[in-house]
DNA sequence: ATGCAATCTCAAGCTAAGTTGAGGTCAAGC
DNA sequence: GCTTGACCTCAACTTAGCTTGAGATTGCAT
């Protein structure tokens, strides 16, 4: 016998926004960028699966990480059929994020080991600072780096 | 006798371009910001002084430690009468800076490990995650969650 | 004196991640 | 069946760090 849908199956969205911590905005944006797809009533208003708890929560963990939503968005679609995730693939997409995490602390590092070349030797001088002139690396991140929590 | 002013000490916005790799827009937008204060021609051009070159490096350096213009104002508004850093300032500011790139990667260390713990349980669960729940560094960024997944 | 590149101002646009507000509709309790 | 709170859409605003474009002016070389 399949499982009869409860009413309580189908969440609005404000007590999906007061079990997640969200805003209800939030939420609809989020939606507008896809990252969630409630189904609508007769009336219009959305109605959210139970799931989709877990997968907000999944957004708002992977935002501390310091992901931006549009990688956010990445990892989610690397599930099939934009599955909620489940243990497993937590694991694999943890293992992904925790990649990301260790480029950046690479970066950082390297950053302020040059730095510490730089305190030495005071020079502010564009044609020689390292600082300055490893375009490689450094200055891949566009305009306004952004690291995660401030 | 007073050393004279020779015409290269003004220089048009273009040449400071040209030698810092900035944009002449991103300059003129430091300007608006109050990062740098050329003079002007009767005719209304910019004449920047060949210290702004310096000046203006010291931006690009700071940005790519990964300070907020509004910091690097702040750095730059340590200096008496917004001199033009020289290796003495550079070695008490990089100082500065350091602190902020220490803070930075502690965070994200702190943060990665917290993600170990995570991939470890899998658990997904908000009112038990780490990277969840731990108020003090990691829920600064807004309402904080605490209900458990449905 | 003229031509043309460089410069000027001001306004609008872009991305990220939302918030805020106006004006209108839905649904549930009494 | 009415009231009220939750919900709807759409547009505009926010901060940071710029870019792009329109239309006007300047200044240097010939």
């Known amino acids: 016998m399949p499982r009869k849908l409860s009413k309580n199956d189908f969440l609005p969205i404000g007590d999906l926004a007061r079990r997640t911590g969200l805003s209800v905005s939030a939420i609809r944006f989020y939606e507008d960028k896809g990252l969630v797809q409630p189904m609508r009533t007769n009336g219009n208003q959305r109605r959210f699966l139970r799931s989709d708890i ?89 305009p306004g780096p952004r690291f995660v929590l401030g």
């Open 54 to 142: 877990r997968r907000l929560s999944f957004i708002l963990i992977a935002q501390q990480l310091g992901l931006a939503l549009s990688e956010i968005e990445d990892e989610l679609a690397k599930l099939p059929l934009g599955r909620t995730p489940t243990a497993k693939d937590w694991r694999e997409i943890s293992a992904s994020i925790r990649n990301q995490l260790d480029r950046k602390i690479a970066q950082l590092t390297r950053t302020r080991s040059k730095l510490d070349g730089c305190i030495g030797c005071g020079c502010l001088s564009l044609s020689r600072c390292k600082l300055y002139n490893d375009q490689d690396e450094a200055a891949e991140s566009g």
